[in-house]
Nanobody, 126 residues
Framework: QVHLVESGGGSVQPGGSLRLSCTSP????????VGWFRQAPGKEREGIVL????????????SIDDSMKGRFTISRDHAKNTVNLQLNNLKPEDTAVYYC???????????????RGQGTLVTVSS
């Protein structure tokens, strides 16, 4: 069974950077589709980006504008069994709980992002 654990959140000033990590203590994420979404207080969940377990190609959510695409980058570290989300040039509106999600089994190509971690809080303020 897939369990996900996020880390790397914290408080930063506008313009700062954070690197979020998602790992699994139960499975190798090598062939799993893993994605990130966020939820700000009082707002709906917002998908950000995912990375396929089949070809490791990142796919941004259709609602993400080019500005965010240029600031948020997903990557996979096979050696550390993590999927990372690099957040650059953070803005106050990026304040949210960031969650990673994954398919419940490998090689499903992002068809069932049903597993979710507990989230990590990112706070951007001066």
């Amino acid at each position: 069974q897939v369990h996900l654990v996020e880390s790397g959140g914290g408080s930063v000033q506008p313009g700062g950077s954070l690197r979020l990590s998602c790992t699994s203590p139960t499975v190798s994420l090598h062939d799993y589709c893993v994605g990130w979404f966020r939820q700000a207080p009082g707002k709906e969940r917002e998908g950000i980006v995912l990375i396929s377990g089949i070809d490791d190609i990142p796919v941004y959510d259709g609602s993400i504008d080019d500005s965010m695409k240029g600031r948020f980058t997903i990557s996979r570290d096979h050696a550390k069994n993590t999927v990372n989300l690099q957040l650059n040039n953070l803005k106050p509106e990026d304040t949210a709980v960031y969650y990673c999600v994954a398919d419940p089994a490998p090689n499903l190509d992002c068809g069932r992002l049903e597993v979710r971690g507990q989230g990590t809080l990112v706070t951007v303020s001066s």
